[in-house]
T-cell receptor
């Protein structure tokens, strides 16, 4: 149990376009989902925390108008990178928390390349 | 500020030798500590966690970690490393949200 999926696994988009990444908890309801960004061989940087039905909480330095997060249901959160630029190219990973448990379950990640 | 630190960027061991990946913490109260492993272009896989109780925690794939309060450490260990253990390892603490160490790249040579 506790499987988290992400779609797509890889995406290439042109500069100036927007791209949406989906994160789904397949076999449990996720009260909270987290979005991370990871640069090559580096640690994960938390971008935002989203709770179902409420606005996401963004970490300091993360542009909320550029990285739109929606947590419309207990099994789905989406991250939309708007007006993407090459510097947005990165590995984006989501995780989901079940209830008040302190363990997070991670998705397989999405490799975004902006050309 | 609360944090975890992984003092080694890289650890290299020969297959069959013991593997240790170090982590120290600076967390107030009772820390919730975790170890995760990441293979290339993949998400994170949970290895083990310390919440409370026994200081020696056993986890997945033969890994274990020892919580040492006096040394504020939570080192990950495996008695006999495999080539397939080569990956990026992260120590983390949970204070509602997970905060990760910088990561340690483990290379196990055949």
């Amino acid at each position: 149990g506790a499987v988290v999926s992400q779609h797509p696994s890889r995406v290439i988009c042109k500069s100036g376009t927007s791209v949406k990444i989906e994160c789904r908890s397949l076999d449990f309801q996720a009260t909270t989902m987290f979005w991370y960004r990871q640069f090559p061989k580096k640690s994960l940087m938390l971008m935002a925390t989203s709770n179902e039905g409420s606005k996401a909480t963004y970490e300091q330095g993360v542009e909320k108008d550029k990285f739109l997060i929606n947590h419309a249901s207990l099994t789905l959160s989406t991250l939309t990178v708007t007006s993407a630029h090459p510097e947005d190219s990165s590995f984006y990973i989501c995780s989901a928390r079940r209830g008040l448990a302190n363990e997070q379950y991670f998705g397989p990640g999405t490799r975004l390349t902006v050309t | 500020a609360q944090s975890v630190a992984q003092p080694e960027d890289q650890v290299n061991v020969a297959e069959g030798n013991p593997l240790t990946v170090k982590c120290t913490y600076s967390v107030s109260g009772n820390p919730y500590l975790f170890w995760y492993v990441q293979y290339p272009n993949r998400g994170l896989q949970f290895l083990l966690k310390y919440i409370t109780g026994d200081n020696l925690v056993k986890g997945s794939y033969g890994f274990e970690a020892e919580f040492n309060k006096s040394q504020t450490s939570f080192h990950l260990k495996k008695p006999s490393a495999l080539v397939s253990d080569s990956a990026l390892y992260f120590c983390a603490f949970n204070d509602y949200k997970l905060s990760f160490g910088a990561g340690t790249t483990v290379t196990v040579r055949a």
